[in-house]
């Protein structure tokens, strides 16, 4: 243990728009990082209470705002690292610190003190001379304490303390169970032979993290986030399929020390109390009645209106899978979940002449970065990117890249964390470790973390044309975190309504088949040589293909997490059958298809259960009724245009939270979202 005046987290760093010196940063160092940090902002909040002049925007709102910068900072730093680096004594700290940051966060909800003096601002908001910015976070400010149980009485707030305790240890068990049980069931193949069909470049990262466990000679496919796998669609033998399947939907449900099943239940229960304690009826009422969505019932509306239709497109696309099957091979068998993925590899080159595992030569990692994402982002928006080897980042496989305005003005940082380890959580996701504001005078330093199997050293890293969408996707969100520009720290980055968040990365997905963009990146490593124009036709005669499962799995996960969301207490009270339920729920949307499973399965379900989308993973649906709607403005208006990008950028992405995002989509598309692009994206039309 050291004292703090050789702790890095509580002193400034050198390193450029305050990146934290993470070379010097050990775990020990964190919990008395915290504990300063907890100290120090109770007692800016203590200040701001006991202050007996009048409340005002300025001595309460603002006051507040400018509380907790070191907590922020600690905090940001230490999560990046949870999530892409959590060694077992990062996971160790992580388990200590949950409880301990939601009863610090409860401490400052819950003052009564400092309630009433924001209740009093707030009540006489219509005489104050305020900007927009400062109405709206006045608003939300009000409105969130009031929804973290500021006006409950004495013991209801005791119980509220205790249940958001208890949150706060499940979900981080929850998540620890899971990085734990993926990391066991990664699948070891013992020769080459059984993984007949993956690429060189996949066979040699299968090696590659076979001797990274001390399985020298052996092969290991490392499991994803979700239920299907990238190999799927490629190995040509069968029970090396099935093996991939099962051991990623038998996640946290085997039994073992790692099973997640009673976490699951405990979850769902102290939820439903929550939500009944600050007045809603469940944990889905008390989440939607703050998103754009406003009820758990316009999103069951939104998914049951879409659930037929997949369902009908995921039967007919199974029917000509089996055809397939019966055609070609000598003893045909039943679909099963495990073939689809390869069968419609083989549908797609019957039909179209495409296989679109053969296109990874095309998809070289660092030319899909510099000629895809950043270029894309250079032509609309004016913004370049240069590599700082220099600046060291946490691991050593994140790089950092400062990015600057089309004037040559500073922007912020951008980190990229492409591969997978066992010490990182599964899927891809944005973090920022610093966001943008002009009371505290900061820069954004975002983060994107993807999980592409790392090859062995000097081998390229060719991507599939998912990962290729999901960096994409996740630069989207990165674009958002770096262009938000706001006065108070609470608007900054991404911190927009979780149903409106994925919106932005979605749109950026747009340029994945821009031509210019696409003629850019999509270039044979070896030859260099573009895509063929035929190829490119191909894939865009098979942007639809597919779709039913697509939407089938989408939808089925999203309403998993809103049937688990949607108990009342005393339905989450009664002894629940974990798979029951969640088959129960799949046959009540229509989409109990066998071979179609849900994209997360409840047990692996980290959305929901330890990450921030609970009750709120519909959104990436709800934000793609924007996305597709803003997508055919950008057809309509000339496309990749420094003069679109300035008014997305302006309009939509600058504004961070500082404003209600729907009044930002109006104010940027002239009205409000129409549906029938996306149905028409998805082949949900007819």
């Known amino acids: 243990m050291t004292d703090g005046s050789e702790n890095p987290l509580l002193t400034s760093t050198s390193l450029p728009y305050g990146l934290p010196d993470f070379p010097s940063i050990e775990p020990e160092h964190f919990l008395p990082a915290f504990a300063e940090a907890f100290a120090r902002q109770l007692a ?13 925007f300025e001595n309460t709102l603002v ?108 979900t981080a068990r929850f998540e620890r169970n899971l990085l734990a049980d993926t990391n066991d069931l990664a699948v070891v193949f013992d020769s080459e032979e059984e ?55 038998s996640r946290g449900q085997r039994g073992n020390e790692h099973d997640n099943t009673g976490v699951v239940r405990d979850i769902v229960r102290a939820r439903a109390e929550r939500a009944r304690l600050l007045g809603f009826d469940s944990h889905a009422e008390y989440v939607t009645s703050d998103q754009t969505a406003g ?142 504001s002009e009371l505290r005078g900061t820069a954004p330093i975002v983060v994107n973390n993807l999980n592409v199997p790392k090859p062995a050293a000097g081998t390229p890293t060719f991507l599939s044309l998912d990962e290729v969408t999901t960096l994409f996707h996740e630069f989207g969100h990165a674009l958002h975190g770096l262009f938000a520009v706001v006065t108070y720290p609470s608007f900054g980055g991404t911190a927009v309504y979780r149903d409106f968040v994925e919106f932005p990365s979605q749109v950026n997905e747009m340029w994945i088949y821009w031509p210019e963009i696409l003629a850019s990146y999509a270039r044979h490593h070896a030859t260099g040589e573009p895509l063929p124009a035929e190829v490119v036709q191909k894939l865009h005669a098979t942007e639809k293909f597919n779709a039913g499962f697509e939407t089938s799995e989408y939808l089925a996960a999203a309403w998993l997490d809103q049937a688990w969301h949607r108990l009342t207490v005393e339905e989450a009270s009664e002894e629940i059958d974990v798979v029951k339920f969640e088959a ?68 939509l992405l600058g504004v961070g939270g500082s404003k209600d995002p729907l009044a930002a989509y109006r104010d940027f598309r002239g009205r409000d979202a129409e549906i029938e692009p996306l149905l028409v994206r998805r082949g949900l039309d007819s």
């Open 295 to 436: 009820s758990p019932g316009a999103v069951r509306d939104l998914l049951f209106r879409l659930a037929p239709a997949a369902a009908a497109n995921a039967a007919r696309e199974e029917e000509a899978l089996q055809g397939l099957i019966d055609r070609t091979e000598p003893s045909p068998f039943p679909l099963e979940a495990h073939d689809w993925a390869f069968y419609t590899n083989k549908v797609r080159e019957a039909e179209y002449d495409l296989d679109t595992s053969a296109l990874r030569p095309w998809f070289e990692a660092e030319t899909v970065l510099t000629d895809g994402v950043f270029r894309a982002a250079t032509e609309l928006y004016g913004i370049t990117f240069t590599e700082r080897t220099d600046i060291p980042a946490y691991h050593p496989d994140a790089r950092v890249f400062e990015v600057h305005n089309e004037n040559g003005s500073p922007l912020g940082l951008y980190i990229l964390d492409l591969y997978t380890r066992d010490t990182k959580k599964g899927g891809a996701w944005m973090n920022s470790i610093a966001t943008q």
């Open 195 to 249: 993984l007949a069909g993956l690429s060189e470049g996949q066979i040699s990262a299968a090696a590659d993290a076979a001797r990274g466990r001390g399985l020298d000679g052996k092969y290991v496919l490392t499991l994803t986030l979700f239920t299907g796998h990238p190999a799927l669609s490629a190995l040509t033998r069968r029970d090396s399929r099935q093996r991939v399947m099962d051991a990623s939907r």
């Open 44 to 56: 800016e909040v203590e200040e701001i209470a006991a202050n007996e002049s009048e409340p005002t």
């Open 63 to 170: 006051a507040l705002e400018r509380s907790g910068d070191l907590l922020g900072r600690t905090a940001r730093t230490f999560y990046t690292l949870s999530s892409a680096d959590a060694t077992s004594a990062i996971q160790a700290v992580y388990e200590a610190l949950a409880p301990l940051m939601a009863a610090h966060s409860d401490a400052i909800s819950l003052n009564p003190r400092l309630y009433e003096r924001v209740r009093a601002v707030y009540e006489q908001r219509d005489d104050l001379e305020l900007t927009a910015e400062q109405q709206y976070l006045l608003e939300r400010k009000y409105t969130g304490m009031t929804r973290s149980g500021a006006g409950l009485n004495e013991a209801e707030k005791a119980r509220l303390t205790e249940l958001n305790k208890t949150l706060a240890s499940l």
């Open 584 to 651: 129960n729920a799949l046959a009540e949307i229509g989409l109990d298809r066998p071979t179609v499973p849900t994209r997360y399965s409840t047990t692996y379900f980290a959305h929901v259960f330890s990450g921030g989308y609970s009750a709120g993973y519909y959104s990436y649906i709800w934000s793609e009724v924007l996305d597709a709607d803003t997508v055919e403005w950008f057809h309509q208006n000339g496309g990749l245009t420094r003069a679109n990008g300035d008014r997305f950028r302006t309009r």
